[in-house]
């Protein structure tokens, strides 16, 4: 991945230029927004600032043993029902955002296949970029973008729209062929744009607020395009030492003259892609890595939207619950409340999910499932994966029913909806990955995670929790898949790998090799440790969907859509239809299966290569491996009781 030993020592003026571009961005010094101070946080948070235990009380659910749409909420004093606020979308910070977020159709996609790998690809690009290192002189070097600085040029065309923020760049005139970047919308991320050649442009993300890190999520549009004319995208200040990219995962294109014109949706797109470790150092050890591609428009000054994942906004969550909330047919099946506030200010919605119209004797004996997602905002496949499960819970189905008359579930679909807002990768305005403060979560740094393990703690004292899930994406690897907690102590031998081996069986795309049940220090904090350990629910998970595709199932090598997505939401929920069946056929059938897969504890794999696991994003990144790796047994919960009670 390296040049020779004296192009490695040439201190190249372009090179020292683009990292000092990138230096700035990691600083994440944008004016008047950046958090001086992470105390003034808590005077941002209205419905979660909960002062004293005495305050905690007031929190407790109306109605002991009721399961009306106030039962078991963790709702703070002054916060109305969600759907009679009117929708203000609040950053938090003084970034100029567009009124209007981005609308994109929503056609279905038909399974696109993965990218075929080029054995050239990465000699040709290593290749370019020596040769640009080089010709340093032939580089135009502008700045055409800037998500926070005006660039001063003269404004010969004015591309102002009523009701719109000014664009940071303007053609000088018809001739002028420099596209228009913009991302200064809901979910949006690109920092900065620089035109190195005529048809090749440098892109620089911007880190999460108050971190200098987590570049992974991009979303941005161009727009006076030329057609026929195949431009270069160099996406340059990348963190991840391994990409998807690699093995077939193509960037996804959105182009609004296509939609008006075909109806065509978002869609796989790009070519040459290659993900590398280019020239530029870290102020921490390590390098920088750029993922580049190639695309051709085939329209003159179409708007071409780029992402990294199927955009899910916090704009787009709103208007799908509120149209849920306000469908008669489903009144008696789901309600809406806040759970409290982010930093920013914006509701953490929850809804709870049951047959409403039982009698309350009957709705006290139920049993208790928590699903969660969205706690990393740029692993946007999970809110895709959740809108299935609630989708499917809502619907009328005679598996659904049986269900909602099984079970209560409270769901959280967006635990970050400040990140998402933002277009962060993985963190809370604050700069803190919510996945990691479970232990002992902050009332005013974390306030959706605080209000949701309270939730959860007073849902226990009600009823016993049958399952909890927390949804997530990965960057490294192919297929759905599951994490659970091994349960080394207790008398229900394999116990953790039932549902994610009954879900194998239902889901094609769910890969139950790839299941992981060991518990690494570092997720001790996470939701689904916590949970298990402090909480004793043995079915305590994370399920996962590649930010790619499968490599398995009825469209293998193919990646991922919104409807394959909201069909692994389905299938679990028809899992958890098989799990409750009373006569408990399934359950026996799967635990038979795993007593042969594994025939003792010792010889379950995941115990012996707990330590070796190197996993990717989502709940399970690895930011930096540990070389004092330890290996053993770690301890495990003894409380929570069979899951076939």
Same mark, same amino acid.
């Given at each position: 991945f390296f040049f020779s030993s004296r192009r490695r020592h040439t201190r190249s003026a372009s090179v020292s230029w683009a990292r000092r571009c990138v230096q700035e961005t990691?600083?994440?010094?944008?004016?008047?927004?950046?958090?001086?101070?992470?105390?003034?946080?808590?005077k941002r948070v209205d419905g979660c600032r909960i002062?004293?235990?005495?305050?905690?009380?007031?929190?407790t659910p109306v109605g002991s043993g009721s399961c009306s749409c106030s039962d078991s909420k963790l709702v703070a004093p002054g916060i109305q029902k969600a759907a009679s606020l009117p929708l203000l979308i609040k950053t938090g910070t003084s970034q100029e955002f567009?009124?209007?977020?981005?609308? *994109?159709? +929503?056609?279905?996609? !038909?399974? /696109?296949?993965?990218?075929?790998? @080029?054995?050239? #690809?990465? *000699?040709? +690009?290593?290749?370019? !970029?020596? /040769?640009?290192?080089?010709?340093? @002189?032939?580089? #135009?070097?502008?700045?055409?973008?800037d998500s926070v600085d005006v660039i001063p040029q003269p404004k010969l065309i004015s591309m102002k729209v009523d009701g719109e923020i000014e664009p940071r760049y303007a053609p000088l005139s018809e001739l002028d062929n420099t596209l228009v970047f913009e991302s200064r919308f809901e979910s949006g991320n690109l920092r900065?744009?620089?035109?190195?050649?005529?048809?090749?442009?440098?892109?620089?993300?911007?880190?999460?607020?108050?971190?200098?890190?987590?570049?992974?999520?991009?979303?941005?549009?161009?727009s006076n395009t030329r057609p026929?004319?195949?431009?270069?995208?160099?996406?340059?200040?990348?963190?991840?030492?391994?990409?998807?990219?690699?093995?077939?995962?193509?960037?996804?294109?959105?182009?609004?003259a296509e939609a008006k014109k075909s109806g065509k949706g978002w869609h796989r797109g790009g070519t040459k892609i290659c993900y590398y470790q280019n020239t530029m150092k870290r102020k921490c050890p390590g390098f920088f890595y750029t993922l580049t591609f190639c695309i051709t428009f085939n329209h003159k000054n179409d708007a071409v939207y780029f992402a990294q994942g199927y955009p899910y906004t916090y704009t787009n969550l709103c208007n799908y619950l509120t149209e849920l909330e306000n469908d008669p047919s489903k009144k008696d099946r789901v309600r809406r409340k806040a759970l409290c506030t982010t930093e920013a200010g914006n509701n953490c919605d929850a809804i709870v999910i049951t047959q409403f119209s039982s009698e309350l004797e009957t709705l006290k004996y139920r049993k208790g499932i928590v699903l969660t997602a969205r706690v990393h905002p740029g692993e946007s496949g999970s809110s895709y994966m959740m809108k299935g499960v609630i989708d499917f819970l809502t619907g009328p189905s005679h598996m659904a029913q049986i269900l909602r008359e099984t079970f209560i579930f409270k769901i959280?679909?967006?635990?970050?909806?400040?990140?998402?807002?933002?277009?962060?990768?993985?963190?809370?305005?604050?700069?803190?990955?919510?996945?990691?403060?479970?232990?002992?979560?902050?009332?005013?740094?974390?306030?959706?995670?605080?209000?949701?393990?309270?939730?959860?703690?007073?849902?226990?004292?009600?009823?016993?929790?049958?399952?909890?899930?927390?949804?997530?994406?990965?960057?490294?690897?192919?297929?759905?898949f599951m994490y659970g907690c091994n349960n080394q102590k207790t008398n229900d031998t394999h116990s953790e790998k039932i549902f994610p081996y009954m879900l194998s069986k239902n889901c094609d795309m769910f890969s139950?090799?790839?299941?992981?049940?060991?518990?690494?220090?570092?997720?001790?904090?996470?939701?689904?440790?916590?949970?298990?350990k402090e909480l004793g629910i043995i079915n305590s998970f994370t399920l996962e969907a590649s930010?790619?595709?499968?490599?398995?199932?009825?469209?293998?090598?193919?990646?991922?859509t919104p409807e394959a997505l909201e069909g692994i939401g389905h299938e679990f929920c028809k899992t958890l239809y098989d799990f409750c069946d009373p006569s408990q056929a399934k359950v026996h059938e799967a635990l038979t299966e795993l007593s042969l897969m594994y025939p003792t504890k010792e010889s379950d794999p995941d115990e012996k290569e707990s330590w070796e696991e190197s996993e990717g994003s989502g709940e399970e990144e690895k930011e930096s491996k540990d070389p004092k790796k330890k290996k053993g047994k770690k301890k495990g919960k003894t409380e929570g009781g069979s899951i076939l009670s």
């Open positions: 990691e600083r994440r010094v944008h004016g008047d927004f950046q958090m001086k101070d992470i105390s003034e946080i808590s002062e004293d235990q005495e305050e905690l009380k007031t929190l567009f009124e209007k977020p981005p609308v *994109h159709i +929503t056609a279905p996609c !038909e399974p /696109e296949p993965f990218s075929l790998p @080029d054995e050239k #690809i990465f *000699h040709d +690009t290593l290749l370019r !970029e020596a /040769e640009s290192l080089a010709h340093e @002189d032939a580089q #135009i070097n502008r700045v055409v973008y900065r744009a620089i035109q190195k050649y005529d048809w090749e442009y440098d892109l620089i993300l911007a880190p999460d607020y108050n971190t200098k890190g987590n570049t992974q999520w991009y979303y941005f549009r161009v026929g004319k195949t431009y270069r995208f160099n996406i340059v200040n990348l963190l991840k030492v391994e990409s998807l990219f690699n093995i077939g995962l193509r960037p996804l294109v959105y182009s609004e959280l679909p967006m635990l970050n909806p400040d990140g998402v807002i933002n277009g962060s990768s993985r963190c809370s305005l604050a700069g803190v990955d919510l996945n990691r403060c479970w232990v002992d979560p902050s009332k005013q740094l974390h306030p959706t995670i605080f209000c949701a393990k309270y939730m959860i703690k007073k849902f226990l004292e009600e009823r016993e929790i049958s399952l909890c899930c927390d949804f997530h994406g990965h960057s490294r690897k192919m297929n759905s139950f090799s790839e299941c992981n049940f060991a518990i690494q220090k570092s997720k001790e904090s996470t939701a689904r440790v916590v949970l298990w930010f790619c595709g499968a490599d398995i199932g009825k469209h293998p090598n193919c990646h991922f």
